[in-house]
């Protein structure tokens, strides 16, 4: 019975204290939104596989190979999503930054939202070490003659 009673305690404890969490970004100017389209999805899921190898191993993935195996635990279906997302994000181009030593980036004071570790060919999408997909609007001829 006590046992009971201390385990309804720690789960009541666990759910109060969950709703306590920060859920806004540390930056104002970041804003969290759905995927604009399938290459901004592919990227946050190759971040998010890039951020949980670094998290573990204290330095980002060496490659490819290494953001695969990172996957290699998880559910079929996340496999599956992980692995196409791999593959869409290589298919773009985009140059990845590989090795980020984690605990350097944070002694030199380096936010992971102003990391970048990939972006695309024309520079105009960015994937930043925390995950976050930054895109830059591309300057048309009318911005040009203001």
């Known amino acids: 019975m006590t046992r009971l009673f201390i385990s309804g305690i720690l789960l009541a404890g666990l759910i109060f204290c969950g709703g306590c969490r920060k859920t806004t970004p540390d930056n104002p100017e970041t804003i969290l939104t759905s995927p604009a389209d399938e290459e901004e999805a592919a990227l946050q899921v190759v ?22 195996d990172a996957s290699s635990n ?3 279906s996340a496999q599956k999503e992980a692995s196409d997302a791999i593959q869409q994000v290589q298919a ?6 590989w090795g980020v030593d984690k605990p350097l ?4 004071g380096i936010k992971a939202d102003d990391y ?3 972006e695309s060919a024309d520079g105009l999408r960015k994937l930043m070490f925390s995950g ?5 609007k591309p300057e048309t001829k009318k911005d040009r003659q203001n």
Do not use: C, Q, R, S
């Open 47 to 68: 971040g998010n596989l890039y951020g949980f190898y670094a998290a573990y191993h204290k330095k980002g993935p060496t490659g490819w190979d290494d953001l695969k």
């Open 74 to 76: 998880a559910t079929a």
């Open 92 to 97: 773009a181009g985009f140059k990845m930054t």
């Open 105 to 108: 980036l944070k002694k030199e």
């Open 116 to 118: 970048v570790i990939a």
């Open 132 to 136: 976050n997909v930054k895109t830059t």
